[in-house]
């Protein structure tokens, strides 16, 4: 069955630097786009970066030139490198694969930006 398991969140300092991974399995990977998505307290969930099969990535305007999302079709894992974090940035991070028009997600890792 499809998986999709997160991790590498924490709490960070403002300006501080973090790098989630998400590891697949369950489908070829290298054939379907991959994305991250995250949830802050109080509001919906949206979508940060997603990356083609092609690895092509596109970005939220909030996290341009910040967040750099790459794909290693090798390891069947996406990582999502999060630089210049913010309080805002704070949330749970998900990973999310669309599949046969099904969406998968894994349970989320937790990003804490503060001082």
């Known amino acids: 069955q499809v998986q999709l398991v997160e991790s590498g969140g924490g709490l960070v300092q403002p300006g501080g630097s973090l790098r989630l991974s998400c590891a697949a399995s369950?489908?070829?990977?290298?054939?379907?786009?991959m994305s991250w998505y995250r949830q802050a307290p109080g509001k919906e969930r949206e979508l940060v970066a997603t990356t083609s099969a092609g690895s092509r990535t596109d970005y939220a305007d909030s996290v341009k030139g910040r967040f750099t999302m790459s794909r290693d079709n090798t390891r069947d894992t996406v990582y999502l490198l999060m630089n210049s974090l913010k309080p805002e940035d704070t949330a749970v991070y998900y990973c999310n694969a669309i599949i046969t028009g099904l969406s998968y997600w894994g349970r989320g890792t937790q990003v804490t930006v503060s001082s």
């Open positions: 369950g489908f070829t990977f290298s054939m379907y786009a």
